[in-house]
């Protein structure tokens, strides 16, 4: 399918790609680009028209007028751009899958408008990163703190202490794939934004998404198991919880088998 080349979506680099009755939106997250989505896409355009766009923080977006932090101080004005794509592709009765930060975007846009998603696939997704009382989102505020500090003072060094950290160091291409895709990010864009996803706390938003959920939940540095499980309690739809014994954040680089078994899974299609 030809996307008629609009602001928003030429802006976007929104394209469509695959077969399929039924469409899947995959939306990437913090310092990442479409781009990290290849391994799987070949199987999901046999069984769906995909979906695929770049964030206005992405490197891949060559306007960087487009990204304005204090528009993007909140998830809001993403899942305002996520609905506003939608709507110009016409796309609802969607399966969206959100990797990271997107996860929650994808729950505040089921929100907005539930017609949009049919189900949400929640990958490594985290409602709040700071510990508080008695949640545990797998840091403390000194961490996080550090982390700010990391990228506002030593900043190529953090991207590569990042990228270690998200991705599996036993799979060193994929490590280098994101941190290409880590260090093509504007560095103005990254402390604002990493404020943004960090300092975020959007648990009250979970008992108002109605929406089937599935959470990916890998053995993750950054979003411990115990999230998975205090949004599936909280989100009011049906929620599962799902497990792939990956090594951290992002199954779709290092176990794209195993990810891709699970959507089948869930989702009812043959690999």
């Known amino acids: 399918m030809s996307i008629p080349k609009t602001s928003l979506q030429a802006a976007m680099n929104a394209r469509i790609c695959g077969s399929g009755t039924e469409t899947m939106v995959l939306a990437h997250g913090f310092g990442g680009d479409q781009?990290?989505?290849?391994?799987?896409?070949?199987?999901?355009?046999?069984?769906?028209?995909?979906?695929?766009f770049d964030w206005p923080f992405s490197g891949a977006v060559k306007d960087h007028s487009l990204y304005d932090p204090l528009k993007y101080s909140s998830f809001d004005a993403f899942a305002?751009?996520?609905?506003?794509?939608?709507?110009?592709?016409?796309?609802t009765s969607s399966v969206f899958v959100g990797h990271s930060m997107s996860g929650m975007i994808g729950c505040i846009a089921s929100i907005k408008k539930p017609q949009l998603f049919n189900r949400l696939i929640l990958v490594g997704a985290s409602p709040r990163y700071i510990n508080i009382d008695?949640?545990?989102?797998?840091?403390?505020?000194?961490?996080?703190a550090?982390?700010?500090?990391?990228?506002?003072?030593?900043?190529?060094?953090w991207t590569t202490s990042f990228a270690k950290l998200l991705v599996d160091n036993n799979d060193p291409l994929s490590v280098e794939h994101y941190l290409k895709?880590?260090?093509?990010?504007?560095?103005?864009?990254?402390l604002p934004l990493a404020k943004t996803v960090f300092h975020s706390d959007e648990r009250a938003t979970l008992?108002?998404?109605?929406?089937?959920?599935?959470?990916?939940?890998?053995?993750?540095?950054?979003?411990?198991?115990?999230?998975?499980?205090?949004?599936?309690?909280?989100?009011?739809?049906?929620?599962?919880?799902?497990?792939?014994?990956?090594?951290?954040?992002?199954?779709?680089?290092?176990?794209?088998?195993?990810?891709?078994?699970?959507?089948?899974?869930?989702?009812?299609?043959?690999?």
């Open 80 to 91: 305002n751009d996520l609905i506003a794509l939608m709507d110009e592709l016409h796309l």
């Open 35 to 52: 781009s990290l989505w290849d391994k799987i896409l070949p199987s999901l355009t046999k069984h769906y028209q995909v979906l695929l």
């Open 134 to 144: 008695d949640y545990e989102g797998g840091f403390d505020a000194a961490a996080v």
């Open 207 to 271: 008992e108002k998404v109605t929406t089937p959920c599935t959470i990916i939940q890998t053995i993750d540095l950054v979003v411990p198991d115990s999230v998975a499980y205090y949004m599936q309690k909280k989100i009011k739809g049906e929620t599962t919880v799902e497990i792939i014994k990956a090594d951290r954040h992002y199954p779709q680089l290092t176990a794209p088998l195993e990810f891709l078994h699970v959507l089948s899974r869930v989702l009812g299609f043959e690999i």
């Open 181 to 190: 895709c880590l260090k093509s990010t504007n560095p103005e864009f990254v």
């Open 146 to 157: 550090s982390m700010l500090t990391s990228i506002e003072s030593d900043y190529e060094n």
